[in-house]
Structures are given as C-alpha cells and as structure tokens.
C-alpha cells in the first residue's frame, strides 16, 4: 500500500549514460514533484506537474526532462549524464490546494561515475 | 518571494532534554508552514503543518510548533528528546504564485545523546 513509489532506489551509472526513474502515487493527487537532494541534504524543486501538465520548470538543464503519461505517474529522463548530477532524487504528490503537504517518495541515489 | 531559514545546521541535546528546532519564514502573503522529518535513508515524513486554523499546532511524537506572525518564527518543540528522534529536519513554506510547490529550508540535523 506504498503511497508514493520510486524505482529504482540506488542507480549506478557512467558519465554519459542515459538513465530513467520512475515515479507512481496511488493517493489520488494531481500534483506531483521532482526534487533534488544534493550531499548536504539541500532539497530543490525541479519539477512539478499538475494534472499531467507542467507546471514549474526551475532552472534544470535540458538534460532533464520529465513526462507524466496521466496523473498518478511522473518519470524523469535523464541525458549525458554528469558527475554533478548524483545526488539523491525524491518524486512527491499533492493536492493542488497550497494548506496540504507534499508525500515524498523513498528516494532514487544516483551514483554517476 | 517565499522563503525559510532554520538557525543551526546541527543541534545536539540529552535523552529527556527539550528539543528547539528554530525556523523563520519570509513571505508576502500568509503562509501556509509544515516541518518535515527524514531519517536516513528515507524519504520525507510530514511532523505537523500551520494552516491559519491555530496558531500553536500539535504534531506527530509529541512534536509542536507555535506561529509568531510578529517574530516570523514557527520553531519546532518536543518536551523529551528520544534516541529515536535523532534526523534531518526541514521546515518549508508553500506558495500559490507561479503554480503550487514548497519551499524548504537547508535542515537541521538533530543528534540525541545517551
């Protein structure tokens, strides 16, 4: 009964690499994020999609591009990937209303070497 | 713009000490204010969350925060520190304009002593 689920969990890969995470809510919201946990626990938002429409678009390289085929999924593409791009990537949903909380997922450790 | 800054990027205390987690918020409009809590390895959990309904708002594990609109604030409280209480914390902030999403803080890592 996972609310939120991302796989995979721990993603291993080469520069240059192409790679994909997938992200499902079986809770219902219309709101879902992207956001980007960096090594001192810094998260930022990169996305966010409501109603399988994009929403916000913070400053991302183009390397990124997130697709939402209907309201309880949301995958991130990732390009040539980069050293810089590891770090720990967390799919959350919502409600649209501002007053409800975000439901994170169990997150996605990107490891580029 | 709306934004969150938590004093202390660590804070350490005693098993059975009070926990004062310190979070002010910046924000043009009223804000809507949640803490969150992220043990290793896991995602984000919800602690509690100010909606404009109170101002002192009660969460889960005997965690509390109180809304001071004249001091910015919305510091988190536990009156007894637990070993397990021991994570990240982040306080945030949500937004309307330019579409719905939150706003967090940098975290403060709790450390609970024996």
């Known amino acids: 009964d996972t609310a939120v689920s991302q796989t995979p969990k721990y993603l291993v890969t080469q520069m240059g690499n192409d790679k994909s995470i997938k992200c499902e809510q079986n809770l219902g919201h219309d709101t879902m994020y992207w956001y980007k946990q960096d090594s001192k626990k810094f998260l930022k938002i990169m996305f966010s999609?409501?109603?399988?429409?994009?929403?916000i678009n913070e400053t991302v390289p183009n390397r990124f591009s997130p697709k939402s085929p209907d309201k309880a999924h949301l995958n991130l593409h990732i390009n040539s990937l980069e050293l810089g791009d590891s770090a720990v990537y967390f799919c959350?949903?919502?409600?649209?209303?501002?007053?409800?909380?975000?439901?994170f997922g169990q997150g996605t450790r990107l490891t580029v070497v | 713009a709306q934004s969150v800054t938590q004093l202390g990027s660590h804070v350490s205390v005693s098993e059975g000490a009070l926990v004062l987690l310190r979070c002010n918020y910046s924000s043009s409009v009223p804000p809507y204010l949640f803490w969150y809590v992220q043990y290793p390895n896991q995602g984000l959990q919800l602690l509690l969350k100010y909606t404009s309904a109170a101002t002192l708002v009660k969460g889960i594990n005997d965690f509390e925060a109180e809304f001071k609109k004249s001091e910015t604030s919305f510091h988190l409280t536990k009156p007894s520190a637990h070993m397990s209480d021991a994570a990240e914390y982040f306080c945030a902030v949500s937004r309307a304009t330019g579409g719905f999403k939150t706003i967090f803080g940098a975290g403060t890592r709790l450390f609970v002593k024996a």
């Open positions: 999609y409501n109603n399988k429409e994009l929403i």
């Open positions: 959350a949903s919502s409600h649209q209303d501002r007053n409800t909380e975000a439901f």
